[in-house]
């Protein structure tokens, strides 16, 4: 089963026209919950960390949420700069992260 | 610049024949992962070191060995590639915080397999 589930795969979305990404988690005890952006051909690059629920955090077009059970990235008019896989992933006790599988975005100018 | 740098960027080996990634780190954090990412598909965590505690997760195969001799280094050992070993393999480190480790990671290197 897996721990940590993002939706949609792939998502479209026109230049300005604000969207949401979701993940969904399972795990028990949370220390930490991630957003990173990965571009084609290189490492993850870190955006955001959450510790509990009902925190958020924002940077530039994006803002990060958590609740109990799942987390959202939003992103408010986006720019086809904004293209990318957004991977979710959390640390449970120790330090082991796992990931989801990410959502790619486009974002058509 | 504090970084995480991974050698090769690309290696090519054929099937059967050992490959080893480095992965070296100047950023002095104590903890040292391997992931392997397949295209689409979630990073899926190898190993990781805290110092030199090493932690093997259950269903990484034991083709996939890691030595990490130092604070700076780490490194992946495929010993017997298979065309199912084709992937990204990127390498984080992080520090280890009362709170949660914020990986850096490398550009990766990219495996492929003939």
């Known amino acids: 089963e897996d721990q940590v589930t993002q939706s949609p795969e792939a998502l479209r979305l026109q230049e300005g026209e604000s969207s949401s990404l979701n993940c969904s988690y399972t795990?028990?005890?949370?220390?930490?919950l991630f957003w990173y952006r990965q571009d084609p051909g290189k490492g993850p690059e870190f955006l955001f960390t959450?510790?509990?629920a009902g925190e958020e955090k924002e940077k530039e077009r994006l803002k990060a949420t958590l609740t109990k059970k799942e987390s959202f990235l939003h992103i408010t008019a986006p720019k086809p700069e904004d293209s990318a896989t957004y991977l979710c992933?959390?640390?449970?006790?120790?330090?082991?992260?796992?990931f989801g599988k990410g959502t790619r975005l486009h974002i058509l100018p | 610049d504090a970084m995480v740098i991974q050698n090769p960027r690309y290696q090519v080996t054929q099937f059967g024949k050992p490959v080893t990634l480095s992965c070296s780190q100047t950023l002095n954090h104590n903890v040292m992962y391997w992931y392997q990412q397949k295209s689409s598909q979630a990073p899926k965590l190898l190993f990781h070191?805290?110092?030199?505690?090493?932690?093997n997760e259950a269903d990484t195969p034991d083709n996939f060995q890691s030595r990490r001799p130092n604070t700076s280094f780490c490194f992946l050992d495929i010993r017997s590639p298979g065309l199912g070993d084709a992937a990204m393999y990127l390498c984080a480190t992080s520090a280890r915080y009362s709170g949660a480790n914020v990986l850096t990671f490398g550009a990766g290197s990219r495996l492929t397999v003939l």
């Open positions: 795990v028990s005890g949370l220390r930490g």
């Open positions: 992933a959390v640390q449970e006790r120790d330090d082991k992260i796992i």
């Open positions: 959450l510790y509990s």
């Open positions: 070191y805290y110092d030199k505690d090493f932690n």
